[in-house]
């Protein structure tokens, strides 16, 4: 049998220190340097397969020891035991963030940690990622999801709107994000996956943050903007649907302005008619006041048919670029004919001038339970009226609650009427200028003082008269 090293080495020894001449040597010596030698061989074997029994490995999770194995083999099938347990429960792939480790060393057989300590002390040091599919827009991450597929549906769903309101003239050429838009395989916490719908409303707020505001007794959309530092516009626009008029006590109201973190650009060709404008031009006619104008030819819009390239950010147009231009019919100028000739005196100049002196008494609107369709101007009688503007007069004599009347039709669509008057300086048919007195103040016809009842018609309806004589 070959002796293990140490057991040669000592036999060389031997051999050194043997004498040449072995015949010298009793048997009694030569027998018990054998037993030595067989001796130590004995006690070596027995070293080695002691060591060998007592082999072992302290496993390490990170940065902790768990315990002492013997084979380094079944800690790793443990391991991905757990593994593909946590993928089927949560039906995505693991990626545990901490590794095993093994250390050389040496223990008792009850020193060894089982199978079943094992598996408890991985699972309560246990943190670990799924592997998922994140989006990210201009290098942030704004969600992540289980599979592809997902993150490729929300960008779908995010286009779809702006591709849908496409009409049948156009032909959709391009749809592409402004932003820098990825999908990106990483291996994250499980918490960080969300819902299509969850990164949907973050994509089109620009936040995750929901900050609300509860209506209180008095407030409205003016006083919640000034008090949370945001316009009435940026409220308005946080609160679609809602009426900004229409708001209640105990009312809840969004302060978060969408910001949408994606833009979507849409390149479509269109195919339109466009109207084509008309010139206007002028004819000047020496025998027309200057206050006269006629419409000699009428002018017609012209039509071209348009092929355009249009680029549109989310749904609002950003740009157009003609392609083709196919006129139809072309534009008619319209020819206007304007007088020169200088205005007679007695011709309206379309402003009004306050017919009479004197204090408002009563102002135009309801009264009494019905309609007071001018102003009443308080004075003594006999203070004269003047015409607030020039024209012909269409009557003038006694007319019922009116008492005695003046009535100017200017000519340009107005008339003016003068009630309870003492007297009247003009007749039927007679051409006026502007401040000409045409009567004086009295208290005839229906009237509780003497004053100035003036009204003021435009195309047949009665109108305010303190609009157009400052009162």
Sequence with gaps: MELPNEQSSFKDHLRKLRPKNLKNLDKKNCLMALTIIVLIGCIVTILKVNEIKTRAFSIKFGDEILGTIRDKEEAQKLIDQIEKELASTYDVEIVLDKKLDFIDTHAKDEEIITETDLRKKIKSKLTFLVSGYVLQID???????????????????????????????????????????????????????????????????????????????????????????????????ANPGKDPEKIYLGDEISLIVPKPLITIATVEEVQYEQELAYETKIEQNTSMYKNEKKVKVKGVKGKSNILAKITKHNGVEVGRKIIKEEIISKPVDELIVKGTKKLPLTAATGAFIVPTRGSLSSRYGMRWGRMHKGIDLAARVGTPINAADGGTVTFAGYKGAFGYLVEINHGNGYVTRYGHCSKIYVKKGAKVYKGQKIAAIGNTGRSTGPHLHFEVIKNGVHQNPSKYVGK
């Design 139 to 237: 290098g942030k991450d704004i969600g992540a999801f289980k599979t592809k597929k997902e993150a490729d549906e929300l960008l779908y769903a995010v286009k779809s709107p702006y591709i849908e309101e496409i009409n049948e003239n156009s032909n959709i050429e391009e749809v592409t994000f402004v932003e820098d838009v990825k999908v990106v395989k990483k291996d994250i916490p499980l918490s960080n996956i969300k819902s299509i719908e969850e990164v949907k409303s973050v994509i089109a707020t620009g936040t995750s943050e929901e900050k609300t505001h509860i209506v209180e007794e008095g407030e409205s959309y003016w006083t919640i903007a000034a008090k949370n530092n945001m316009t009435v516009d940026e409220l308005i626009s």
